[in-house]
């Protein structure tokens, strides 16, 4: 069993405000990720870590930002929320020698009213 | 053309049966293949990877053909805690760190 883990589990909030989503692990991994996924949807990368200090952009990452200042820990930042970032939030992450297998996180569900 | 395309579904199917699914891929490059299972409202989880040569874990056989670029999940003697949204996953091109989910496809088995 996956020990990863988020939080808050469920967000609303108003238009304009400052969010940090958190997600820590306690495995070790290096590779850490988020996704964000709409109901019904496909899970779309936002961001990813191959290890401390080092972050990419997925393909849906251009209204937040991350860090790794430690492997365990990769928080996701929306500088303004929008009701267009309601979604649900999904973090995961993977060890480089385990055939990219990724592990999640139980989610945020965001509402921006 | 969608990168990862599966069908849908919901496919409705009896205890017992055998049902299968494909799933399309547009990048010739991808080299990781993966079956995740979702539940209703929660994180997915890995089912099992997907190799060449195929592979089976227990009910769960998973196949791979490369020059039509699609994978298959079949499960055999199907469960009521089998019911779960099925994502066939592929990493991007050579970036393994880069992996493209489809939208599921939604199984229900029922008594």
């Known amino acids: 069993e996956a020990d990863i883990y988020q939080t808050p589990r469920y967000l609303v909030i108003g238009t304009g405000k400052k969010i940090t989503l958190e997600c820590s692990q306690t495995m070790g991994h290096d590779k850490m990720y988020w996704y964000q996924q709409d109901p019904g949807m496909e899970l779309h990368l936002i961001h990813y870590s191959y290890g401390v200090n080092s972050t990419e952009k997925g393909d849906l990452s251009s209204e937040s930002t991350v860090s790794r200042i430690r492997t365990e820990h990769f928080p996701l930042t929306l500088e303004s929320a929008r009701p267009s970032h309601t979604s649900q939030y999904l973090c995961a992450s993977g060890s480089q020698g385990a055939g990219n297998e990724q592990y999640f996180g139980p989610g945020t569900r965001l509402t921006v009213t | 053309r969608k990168e990862v395309e599966q069908d849908p579904g919901p496919f409705n199917v009896p205890e017992g049966a055998t049902v299968a699914f494909n799933c399309t891929y547009s990048n010739s490059a991808s080299q990781s293949f993966f079956w995740y299972r979702q539940d209703c409202r929660k994180e997915p989880k890995l089912l099992m990877s997907v190799y060449s040569s195929g592979n089976e874990d227990g009910r769960f056989t998973a196949q791979l053909n490369r020059a039509s670029q699609y994978i298959s999940l079949l499960i055999r003697d199907s469960k009521l805690s089998d019911s779960a949204t099925y994502l066939c996953?592929?990493?991007?091109?050579?970036?393994?760190?880069?992996?493209?989910f489809g939208a599921g496809t939604r199984l229900t088995v029922k008594p």
């Open positions: 996953v592929v990493n991007w091109g050579n970036n393994n760190n880069d992996m493209r």
